[in-house]
């Protein structure tokens, strides 16, 4: 059993990953850090132990010391427990932060996640996650549908517009295939990644185009960087062809972590010459220069801000979210604990498209929802849409009588043009 | 507009992303193959990521129509 799994590890396995597993001394730091094993008590769940399974796996395959190092062959329990310590982990990275020698497990997951994603014994529809991969590669088919969609798509973008004029601005525009703007808009699906970031564009006099195309990435959250590497290739294709100087992405946590860690990677000198940001920090620094006013205290209502991992702990913007909500909110109240030291809301690693995960998430949600019920807030902000999804199913599950939003909606709302 | 009869009807409007493509996998794995499914959203996003979805999957988008700033789209279920 896991024949494929385990060559496929063993190819991935580079020098950080390798020493990750030789060092760690699993002296426990991450057990109860991790928000899984915080709710589950599943010992499949410690970082150190989801690290130890692949160990085990890997040196019951080709070692005559296993009884000596404890090895597992591959039998059906520990078949078992590799998918639960690979798909249960939404890889937010809490571990790595209260590691002594700051091991990234997530990096691991994500190598063992393309493993059993390739295993071909069907091991990912088992759990439900082949619908990751799905979306994944619809993300890549766009690319050959597109140009024969354009002009429907414009259309479609043209009756939003008309929307958005009736209700904000009359004169407002939400330019798609602009070429020569200065910022590249690559929204989500769903007008509620257009609309607030189309409002604060028109505030701020921005020259932007929209993309044709979404910022998710699935194929980045199974670790198959080579189809996350096309899909990319999407944006920057259409960023090359019209001439921008930046690429700005949504509140979108994970496809936010693939344009600022990954794409220069990827693609080198070719994006050398395109600044690549997400959309917070953009419209905290057009709110710092006074591009765009807000009403001071527009709200009153008690607010708290969730954390997302892939912004703050992955990305290091803690301070731009909240002075965003500081400027329109009278109310601010921080969850405990916060910034790098954020729980997780439970929903990240793609397990909010798994429909089979919801009740693992809520488990895994339960600290995050008492913490959120702590605050006594009536709206939690956040900026991620994965964020966004799984505290709108902890509120309806827990009963939490909140409302989610994003920070550009409190932002949008309260624009003085 | 070919003749067809709808098998089961989705409103995508208003989900955040991804599940407009998730609940339609859902819901088209539900139905008979040859089934044809309704699916309505508000969003142009969607557009695009429903006719790839289609392509990637095999599933067949028959037809797709604007009514007053709603978009429907046909597919029928293949495999």
Redesign the interface.
């Given at each position: 059993m896991l024949t494929r799994f385990l060559e496929i590890t063993r190819d991935r396995i580079n020098r950080p990953l390798q020493y990750y597993q030789d060092i760690c001394v699993r002296c426990g730091a991450c057990m109860d850090a991790c928000h899984f094993y915080a709710a589950s008590r599943n010992p499949a769940h410690i970082p150190a132990q989801r690290m130890m399974l692949v160990r085990k796996a890997l040196q019951g395959e080709r070692s005559w010391l296993n009884w000596y190092r404890d090895a597992d062959r591959a039998d059906g329990r520990q078949v078992s427990e590799i998918q639960q310590a690979m798909w249960e982990c939404t890889g937010c990275r809490r571990c790595a932060t209260f590691c002594p020698f700051d091991l990234d497990t997530a990096l691991l997951v994500s190598v063992g996640r393309y493993a059993l994603m390739n295993e071909g014994t069907g091991l990912e529809a088992e759990t439900g996650h082949g619908?990751i991969l799905?979306?994944g590669?619809?993300?890549?088919?766009?690319g050959?549908?597109?140009e024969d969609?354009k002009e429907?798509?414009i259309e479609?973008?043209k009756?939003?517009e008309k929307?958005v004029q009736d209700e904000f601005a009359p004169d407002l525009q939400i330019p798609v295939d602009k070429k020569g703007a200065e910022i590249l808009y690559v929204?989500?699906?769903?007008?509620?990644?257009?609309v607030p970031a189309a409002k604060i564009f028109h505030a701020a006099g921005a020259d932007w185009t929209m993309s044709?195309?979404?910022a998710?990435n699935?194929s980045f959250f199974v670790g198959d960087m080579a189809r996350a590497k096309q899909a990319a290739r999407l944006i920057l294709d259409e960023a090359l062809r019209l001439g921008v100087k930046a690429i700005v992405y949504p509140e979108?946590g994970h496809a936010t972590r693939t344009l600022l860690s990954f794409f220069e990677n990827w693609f080198g000198e070719e994006i050398a010459g395109i600044e690549r940001m997400n959309l917070e920090p953009l419209v905290a620094s057009y709110l710092e220069q006074g591009k765009i006013n807000v009403r001071a205290g527009a709200v009153d209502t008690p607010i708290t801000y969730h954390d997302p991992c892939n912004l703050g702990r992955n990305g290091g913007f803690f301070e731009e979210p909240r002075s965003l909500i500081r400027a329109v909110a009278s109310e601010f109240r921080e969850l405990e604990p916060n910034r790098a030291l954020n729980w997780c809301c439970g929903g990240g690693g793609g397990l909010?498209?798994v429909?089979e995960m919801k009740e693992t998430r809520m488990q895994a949600g339960n600290e995050k929802a008492e913490q959120i019920r702590r605050t006594g807030a009536k709206w939690v902000v956040t900026a991620c849409?994965n964020c966004?999804?799984q505290l709108?199913d902890l509120n309806e599950h827990y009963g939490l009588g909140v409302e989610i939003k994003g920070v550009t909606d409190l932002v949008a709302d309260a624009l003085i043009l | 507009m070919a003749e067809y009869t709808v098998e089961s009807t989705l409103d995508a409007r208003g989900l955040n992303c991804p599940m407009p493509v998730v609940r339609t996998s859902q819901e088209i794995k539900k139905m008979s193959v040859g089934g044809v499914l309704e699916l309505l959203a508000t969003d142009p996003g969607s557009v695009a990521d429903m006719i790839a979805w289609c392509k990637s999957t095999g599933n067949e988008l028959l037809d797709r129509k604007t009514e007053d700033g709603v978009f429907r789209f046909y597919i029928r279920r293949v495999n």
């Open positions: 619908m799905e979306i590669n619809a993300e890549i088919s766009k050959e549908i597109i969609l429907f798509y479609q973008v009756l939003l929307r929204p989500l699906v769903g007008e509620h990644a257009t044709l195309f979404t998710t699935h979108c909010i498209a429909p849409e966004k999804t709108g | -």
